[in-house]
């Protein structure tokens, strides 16, 4: 695909790293299309060529590759008003880069052109367009879409030489719900033990600076052992005394957060019996401990 054109509407962090990225496996990128005209401007300059503009301009349609970088909510909208301006010529493809997407809201009424329609989402967060750059070569990325645009998609990840899987439609939610777990509530979690241990006494600066190596710890053994066999801890080892003490603690410094500790705790038995390091007995005995707390919560 080196060579191809591409034009990229939405000029943010991820449509300029993603752009560079590009540029430097021979794509050629026609310009950056962007609300404000200083961000699409900063595109260029990244890059070294193309024009900027906050206009559909006709340099679309020289365009085998149209590259929508926008925020999720306006992708469709953007999509539509490109149809109906008939800028995506036959044979070319639409592509938008969102995990919680699929390649169905790239719909429009033109005059019929046949072309492609991809989504293409690498499984990465992007703080800033040198962390992109950085980081998205690292990333692993998903593909989803018509014919046209599985084959686009394929193309493009090869050439970038990243990892990447082909998935449908329906699977798309799942897909990116996966992501939300293992990012959203990983933050989401660690801000909850912050929170424990400032009902103790234990400032949320220091608290961090304590955890920040277990956490770094945890996620080392996750990636040499896999997460089965890295769980530990008083689950792993069926250590009801323990958990019972947990949950007599929420009760007295945070009843309202005992809930979801037992949740969480309901789904660590069954990783601890996969592991191998509890029997169902075992089990079974964490669980009633862990529903009991949950119901008279």
Request: with cysteine; charged share 20%.
């Amino acid at each position: 695909m080196a060579g191809k054109k591409i034009v990229i509407i939405g000029a943010g962090k991820v449509g300029q790293s993603f752009g560079y990225l590009l540029a430097q496996q021979g794509y050629q990128i026609l310009g950056f299309i962007s609300k404000t005209l200083s961000s699409a401007q900063a595109g260029v300059e990244l890059i070294g060529e193309g024009i900027a503009t906050t206009e559909y301009e006709e340099i679309i349609l020289e365009a085998d590759l149209i590259i929508i970088s926008t925020p999720d909510q306006i992708i469709s909208e953007v999509s539509k008003q490109l149809a109906e301006l008939n800028l995506v010529t036959e044979g070319s493809c639409l592509i938008h880069l969102s995990g919680a997407l699929t390649s169905e809201v790239l719909t429009g009424e033109g005059e019929g052109q046949e072309y492609g329609k991809l989504s293409l989402h690498p499984l990465q967060s992007v703080a800033d367009v040198e962390n992109g750059i950085t980081n998205l070569p690292e990333a692993f990325f998903t593909i989803e879409g018509d014919q046209l645009g599985v084959k686009v998609g394929e193309a493009i990840l090869t050439d970038l030489e990243v990892e990447y899987e082909v998935i449908s439609q329906q699977a798309k939610p799942l897909y990116h719900a996966a992501a939300c777990v293992a990012s959203n509530y990983l933050v989401a979690i660690v801000n909850l033990a912050l929170e424990m241990n400032q009902q103790v006494g234990i400032a949320q600066q220091q608290a961090l600076r304590a955890l920040l190596p277990l956490i770094k710890g945890s996620i080392n053994n996750i990636e040499s052992l896999g997460p089965i066999s890295a769980l530990t801890g008083p689950i792993s080892r069926g250590d009801n005394s323990v958990i019972e003490e947990h949950l007599d603690a929420f009760e007295n410094f945070l009843p309202e957060r005992s809930e979801l500790y037992c949740k969480l705790g309901n789904y660590t038995t069954k990783i601890a019996e996969q592991k191998g390091s509890i029997t169902e007995a075992d089990k079974v005995e964490l669980i009633k401990i862990l529903e009991e707390e949950n119901s008279n919560g």
